[in-house]
């Protein structure tokens, strides 16, 4: 079935830092992926849709500045957190569907850990 | 997107059918029904999706009425794996922005 890899799955740095996350899907090509953020105990909020070859289009309140979407290939989408603040520090999944499948189901990645210290 | 609510918590014991019910009164005629699973510190997880009536596959069954306005998912026989949170969520087949609610965490115990 429909894969979607993420990378790293944890990460724990100083703040001040800039971190990228990866998501792949595995065997099947995505013009569009989805990036989320939880919190402990609550439900995934949509940060940003992220679209191959185009801008990125972020949900309201999230900062286009902080949360940078590259989508260079149609496999791979990067989250890169700009200056991280450990207030950045959060759960970051991303998701993605088969663009040849229009009745398939989004599928997730495992998700990064990010701690900032 | 269609507004889904769903209860907050559930607790069953290992053996027992759990039945979880979401409603999504604005439901749209050309929204579909997907479940997915979560454990913590993983993403979602897809379970099961449908239109009307009831489909079935390996791991669970969704019930659907014929108004559409709610849908059950059935979870036969749980085990302390199924431990986890369970999201309903409404929209088109070529819908692709996901809207999650609160969803519903299931704590099975022995």
């Known amino acids: 079935g429909a894969v979607v890899s993420q990378h790293p799955s944890r990460v724990i740095c100083k703040s001040g830092t800039s971190v990228k996350i990866e998501c792949r899907s595995l065997d099947f090509q995505a013009t569009t992926m989805f990036w989320y953020r939880q919190f402990p105990k609550k439900s995934l909020m949509l940060m940003a849709t992220?679209?191959?070859?185009?801008?990125?289009?972020?949900e309201q309140g999230v900062e286009k500045d902080k949360f940078l979407i590259n989508h260079a290939s149609l496999t791979l989408s990067t989250l890169t957190v700009t200056s991280a603040h450990p207030e950045d520090s959060s759960f970051y999944i991303c998701?993605?569907?088969?663009?040849?499948?229009?009745?398939?189901?989004?599928?997730f990645g495992d998700g990064t850990r990010l701690s900032i210290l | 997107l269609a507004k889904t609510t769903q209860p907050i918590s559930m607790d069953s014991y290992e053996g027992q059918e759990v039945n979880i019910t979401c409603s999504h009164n604005n439901i749209a005629t050309n929204d579909y029904i997907t479940w997915y699973q979560q454990f913590p510190s993983q993403g979602p997880r897809f379970i099961i999706q449908g239109y009307k009536t009831k489909v079935t596959n390996e791991v669970a069954s969704l019930f659907i009425p014929a108004d559409r306005k709610s849908s059950t998912l059935s979870l036969p026989r749980v085990s302390l794996s199924d431990t986890a949170v369970y999201y309903c969520?409404?929209?088109?087949?070529?819908?692709?922005?996901?809207?999650f609610g609160t969803g519903t965490r299931l704590l099975v115990s022995p």
């Open positions: 992220s679209n191959e070859g185009s801008k990125a289009t972020y």
């Open positions: 969520l409404v929209g088109d087949l070529s819908f692709q922005k996901l809207v």
């Open positions: 998701s993605a569907r088969d663009n040849r499948q229009g009745s398939q189901p989004q599928h």
